[in-house]
């Protein structure tokens, strides 16, 4: 039997044409307690033109993905999230108010600069005492050129250098919400300040107590000068504006360098960790198993069989 004779159990219209009953174009609703149809759950596939690694609603006339408005397709957006039918990848953590950040920034900075305390005690304890002689009026080098002063001003320069560096790795991985320029100066001046907190600390380390041996020693004794720093220090323009150099500046260079540094490398334009785009993934089906079809009722006694193509 050829396809378009029509038999007595076969419709004479296919369901998509023109003419077809209603009944045919749109199915009964199952009777109750017959099994559910697998295929009748499954999700409605997106529009053609909608970004394919967006997952929110859509608008069905456009296409474009709705957000609550027109231009926020994400919190705060701005309309320019999305180029090109994708979106760009938004910071996972929202920005922080101005002042916060400010105050997280000199917190920031107090802390470092407080660590100056440990960085110069530290350098006091490794750098060597410089022997002097007593003289009339004051001490001089116990030999012509002593390497101790060179001593402790590499102490302090290599130290200084790593604890740059330290803090501005600390500042990248537990402030990530202020990175940035902000970052950049809670690094730079908290380094700053801790190298003066340093200098300070290891200079003073036992400096009382030779003080007053050069007072009462007589002439011509030995005794042991504290580590100072002869590479660096600070200037006074004209007596009032303090002008920080050498290698007093090697703390806040190193901090600078490595923020930098990581600024430069972050695969983030935000510097802050953002949402990854997922895969493309399509799926016609539910997200739960179907349930098995169940087996066909055998046909009612004296029902006609049905035709074999």
């Known amino acids: 039997m050829s396809a378009d004779t029509p038999e007595p159990d076969r419709p004479g219209h296919r369901p998509d044409e023109p003419g077809a009953p209603a009944a045919w174009a749109e199915p009964d609703p199952p009777a109750p307690g017959a099994p559910a149809d697998p295929y009748a759950a499954r999700e409605p596939a997106p529009p053609y033109d909608a970004p394919p690694y967006d997952t929110g609603p859509y608008d069905a006339a456009t296409g474009a993905p709705s957000y609550g408005g027109a231009g926020e397709h994400f919190p705060g957006g701005t309309g320019l999230e999305y180029a090109a039918g994708y979106p760009l990848a938004q910071p996972v953590e929202p920005d922080l108010p101005r002042g916060r950040a400010v105050r997280l920034a000199l917190l920031a900075v107090l802390a470092a600069t ?7 005690l530290l350098w006091a304890a490794l750098a060597p005492d410089t022997p002097v002689v007593k003289v009339a009026d004051g001490a ?4 012509p050129q002593p390497e101790q002063p060179i001593a402790a001003d590499g102490w302090f320069s290599l130290l200084g250098l790593g604890f740059g560096v330290l803090v501005a790795l600390a500042l990248w991985f537990l402030l990530r919400r ?6 950049l100066f809670a690094a730079v001046f908290g380094t700053f300040g801790a190298a003066l907190v340093a200098w300070q600390v290891g200079r003073r380390m036992g400096l009382a107590g030779y003080e007053r041996l050069l007072e009462s020693a007589p002439v011509g004794q030995a005794l042991s000068k ?3 720093l002869r590479a660096g220090g600070i200037d006074w323009v004209f007596g009032v ?3 920080p150099h050498g290698n007093l500046l090697l703390p806040a260079f190193g901090a600078a360098v490595t923020y930098t540094l990581l600024a430069g490398w972050s695969r983030w334009p935000s510097l802050r960790p953002e949402r990854e785009p997922g895969p493309v993934e399509f799926s016609w089906g539910s997200a739960g198993t179907p349930a ?6 055998p046909p009612a006694p004296g029902a006609a069989a049905p035709p074999h193509g």
């Open 178 to 183: 202020v990175r940035g320029p902000v970052g």
């Open 114 to 120: 407080v660590l100056g305390v440990p960085l110069g």
């Open 241 to 243: 504006l303090p002008l």
């Open 226 to 228: 504290p580590a100072d």
């Open 140 to 143: 001089i080098y116990a030999e």
């Open 292 to 297: 098995p079809p169940a087996a066909p009722e």
